[in-house]
T-cell receptor, first 112, second 116 residues
């Protein structure tokens, strides 16, 4: 049973526009959510996280929004740049459990 | 800078061989993880460890074992490699009580294992 779902395998966005990546989860015990970016043949790199006590966290061009009632989070990238083309993984964890569960990823293509 | 180092970038092994994948981290992290990444399946947790000699099964532990004899080192063992274990293997580490000391896990560069 997939606890973290990224239903869009891929997304194409024009350079300079906003990229919105979505993620849904089923486990109401999750209390931390993270986004990772991955280039081919490299390990994932951490982008941004959010605690369940917040509904928004911003870091430069990246903003994560959390809607607990809908069990949904999204990553906004504004403005999108060519270097943002990568696979983005949504992840979640229950703090006391410490396991981090990942979604299947969304491949983002930034078009020139 | 946090460093998580995996011993090999690429490995080719034969079916039935015993395979060791090594991972070392230098941040004094309590937690260490092994994931595999496959197309269309994302990152799936194989095993994780929250302390020396402690381990817990992840979502897909079958065919794998792990060893954590020292805090900084976490090994993944394929007792008898099979072709369906051809994959990208990723090691990660993080602090325990991540809510207090930082939420993210840091990843190594990955090991692309091919079993022929």
């Amino acid at each position: 049973d997939q606890q973290v779902k990224q239903n869009s395998p891929s997304l194409s966005v024009q350079e300079g526009r906003i990229s919105i990546l979505n993620c849904d989860y089923t486990n109401s015990m999750f209390d931390y959510f993270l986004w990772y970016k991955k280039y081919p043949a490299e390990g994932p790199t951490f982008l941004i996280s959010i605690s369940s006590i917040k509904d928004k966290n911003e870091d430069g061009r990246f903003t994560v929004f959390l809607n607990k009632s809908a069990k949904h989070l999204s990553l906004h990238i504004v403005p999108s740049q060519p270097g943002d083309s990568a696979v983005y993984f949504c992840a979640a964890s229950v703090n006391r459990d410490d396991k981090i569960i990942f979604g299947k990823g969304t491949r983002l293509h930034i078009l020139p | 800078d946090v460093k998580v180092t995996q011993s090999s970038r690429y490995l080719v092994k034969r079916t039935g061989e015993k395979v060791f994948l090594e991972c070392v981290q230098d941040m004094d992290h309590e937690n260490m993880f092994w994931y595999r990444q496959d197309p269309g399946l994302g990152l799936r947790l194989i095993y994780f460890s929250y302390d020396v000699k402690m381990k817990e099964k992840g979502d897909i532990p079958e065919g794998y074992s792990v060893s954590r004899e020292k805090k900084e080192r976490f090994s993944l063992i394929l007792e008898s490699a099979s072709t369906n274990q051809t994959s990208m293997y990723l090691c990660a580490s993080s602090f325990l009580d991540r809510g207090i000391r930082g939420t993210e896990a840091f990843f190594g560069q990955g090991t692309r294992l091919t079993v022929v």
